[in-house]
């Protein structure tokens, strides 16, 4: 406890601490590999949080007026700083969230790819123009920012999620607060860093620590203008529900129960492999994690052994020293997944490979939990309804490839999934008729690059924008369409009739 430091808020180009003369509230922040507490995040008031917000607001006229290619210097002296110091970030993500560290080095990449694609924002923000609509009316469209916008994310992406959002708002000309998860809160200073490094003028990038009280007020303030939310279903739904009844622009991305359908004619060395990288990577606690692997008979039992063949080389251990797979975030959050494995056990799964007595290389306090496979999953056990969100890969066994199809549709979930096959006119048929918003054909994870959109259906998502690519920034710009009259010969004098074009 005596090196734990203080996380605190970012506003204006600087930490702050609060606004209130009493103590601040804080929470705990641990080292997942060792159990030892290493921060203190600090818990936004209501006043706090009021604070940041307003700096936020106060930097927006200025941010909106700055031309677009000073703006866009800013974003590549940004791209280039991250670039140049990844792994610094990479190790920050490892010591609160505690994936391994190629794999924090993996998501920063991927929010790397969205700064660049923030890069180009002045040929996103081109408009349209239409010269003559009407006899001497010209018509054009302007792209224009909204103003302060929330980002409000989870713990399991401390870096790349928030880096889904911010790069586009602020290359919009919108002003920023990012509410990182209060689990591991730290990568979210270090970003906020690096902007001010860059030259990003005060304010336009704020960081606002905390949990309900934070995020309520991010929600129903009247300065934010916009809400960008990735969680778990139920506060998404809560977050869509109370942004909207403000009035407000929200995009709200959830849950997620993703499926991978193995046919019977698919390579099996690749379907394995890709089974255990997409459901023990980051210990499972992907929105995009593998966490159901449908098999289509007859190949269900050569399928089972190969996955549990590479399932028990799998090294669990403290992401720093070179492990397959590190702890889960926190204690509770382990138990909570070890107690569904002996849910899926009592309720009739085969525990094919048990992660439960793992013997990790890391601290005797740390969250450990091994890599662990389920066969003979039913729809109706727990461990197939819920989203676990750890490494457990539960494998339900089906006849056709129409059940397999229908188990996916029928599920409340819709972020992504997978076919394995070799025959080109079946996942043709499975990308047409599966309702999901993210698909892979031999690709067991198919997150879009940045110059598409990340998102799921269904209840993986509330609202109807997914993240960046068009979609980012068709969010955080609205249009504004112009009619222009110069030149007009014959105006026509007075006339009340509803204008007509001519
Ligand atoms: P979470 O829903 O517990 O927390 C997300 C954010 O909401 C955090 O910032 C947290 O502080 C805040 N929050 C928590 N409880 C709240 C409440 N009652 N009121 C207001 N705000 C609250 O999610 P998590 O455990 O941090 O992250 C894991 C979840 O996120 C999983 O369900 C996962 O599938 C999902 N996820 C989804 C995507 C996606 O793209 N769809 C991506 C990553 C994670």
Redesign the pocket.
């Known amino acids: 406890m005596a090196d734990a430091k203080t996380i605190a808020h970012w506003l204006n180009n600087a930490t702050f601490t609060g606004a209130g003369a009493t103590a601040p509230v804080t929470a705990p922040v641990t080292n997942p590999a060792t159990g030892a507490v290493t921060g203190e995040v600090l818990l936004a008031s209501v006043e706090d949080a009021r604070a940041v917000i307003d700096a936020a607001a106060a930097a927006y006229s200025e941010w909106r007026d700055t031309s677009l290619a000073k703006r866009t210097q800013v974003l590549f002296r940004f791209r280039e700083l991250l670039n140049a110091r990844k792994e610094e970030l990479a190790a920050i993500i490892t010591a609160e969230h505690g994936k391994v560290l190629s794999d924090a080095l993996g998501e920063v990449t991927r929010g790397l790819e969205v700064v660049e694609f923030a890069c180009g924002i002045p040929y996103l923000l081109q408009g349209g123009f239409t010269e003559n609509a009407s006899t001497a009316v010209d018509v054009h469209s302007v792209r224009q920012p909204l103003g302060p916008v929330a980002v409000?994310?989870?713990?399991?992406?401390p870096a790349m999620?928030p880096m889904w959002f911010f790069p586009i708002a602020i290359a919009a000309g919108n002003t920023v607060v990012l509410?990182?998860?209060?689990?591991d809160p730290s990568a979210s200073i270090w970003l906020a860093e690096l902007w001010a490094e860059a030259g990003l003028p005060a304010g336009v990038f704020n960081v606002l620590q905390?949990?309900?009280t934070?995020?309520?007020e991010l929600l129903t303030n009247p300065k934010i203008k916009a809400v960008s939310?990735?969680?778990?279903?139920?506060?998404?739904e809560?977050?869509y529900r109370t942004g909207t009844a403000a009035g407000k622009r929200v995009q709200a991305?959830?849950?997620?129960k993703n499926h991978a359908v193995i046919l019977p004619d698919a390579d099996l060395d690749l379907a394995a492999d890709a089974m255990v990288n997409a459901g023990f990577g980051s210990a499972g606690?992907?929105?995009?994690a593998i966490s159901v692997c449908v098999a289509v008979e007859p190949v269900a039992d050569e399928l089972v052994n190969r996955i549990a063949e590479r399932t028990r080389t799998l090294r669990t251990g403290d992401g720093t020293k070179g492990a397959d797979m590190g702890p889960l975030v926190t204690k509770a959050h382990r138990d909570k997944v070890a107690s569904y494995i002996d849910a899926g056990e009592r309720e009739g799964a085969k525990v094919v490979v048990d992660g439960r007595g793992v013997q990790a290389d890391g601290g005797a306090d740390g969250f450990w939990l091994g890599p662990t496979l389920l066969d003979n999953v039913t729809p109706e056990m727990s461990v197939y309804t819920d989203?676990i969100?750890g490494p457990v890969l539960s494998v339900v066994r089906v006849q056709s490839y129409d059940e397999a199809l229908n188990l996916i549709n029928s599920n409340p979930y819709g972020?992504g999934t997978a076919i394995f096959t070799n025959d080109g006119g079946a996942a043709r048929r499975f990308q047409n008729e599966v309702e999901v918003g993210m698909v892979g054909i031999n690709v067991p994870i198919p997150v879009p690059m940045a110059y598409y959109s990340?998102?799921?259906w269904k209840a993986?998502?509330f609202g109807d924008s997914h993240?960046h690519g068009a979609h980012g920034v068709h969010f955080f710009t609205r249009t504004k369409a112009v009619t222009t009259r110069w030149l007009d010969p014959s105006h026509g004098g007075i006339n009340l009739g509803f204008p007509q074009n001519n």
Not at 179 to 183: A, H, L, T, V, Y
């Open positions: 409000i994310s989870p713990f399991n992406f999620v509410k990182p998860s209060e689990k905390g949990d309900k934070a995020v309520d939310f990735v969680g778990s279903t139920p506060i998404a809560y977050v991305l959830g849950g997620a606690e992907r929105c995009m989203e969100f972020n990340f998102g799921g993986s998502l993240a």
